[in-house]
């Protein structure tokens, strides 16, 4: 059961949450460069990018809005907030 008469309304919906989310940022790019600075591999870089998002960033839900609760931030604002 839903409220969204079809699935591309829900795309065209979601698509819009997701709009700023996937933000760039020079303090971004100096994280990314110095977590994974003398990494071997690929898979070094990876499982040394996945070690500090796991150790480092917690997840805190919003519910200032209904909306707030599924619109992810921006990765610069994660960072900064950790």
Not at 7 to 24: H, I, P
């Amino acid at each position: 059961m839903s409220t969204v008469p079809e699935w591309d309304e829900y795309v065209r919906w979601e698509r819009a949450l997701l709009a700023d989310a996937f933000q760039n940022s020079p303090q971004l790019e100096e994280l990314a460069a110095r977590l994974t600075a003398g990494a071997s591999s690929p898979r070094e870089r990876l499982d040394r990018l996945f070690r500090y998002v796991t150790k480092e960033i917690r997840y805190q839900q919003d519910y200032e809005t209904t909306v707030a609760g599924v619109r992810p931030h921006a990765c610069p604002v994660v960072i900064e907030r950790g």
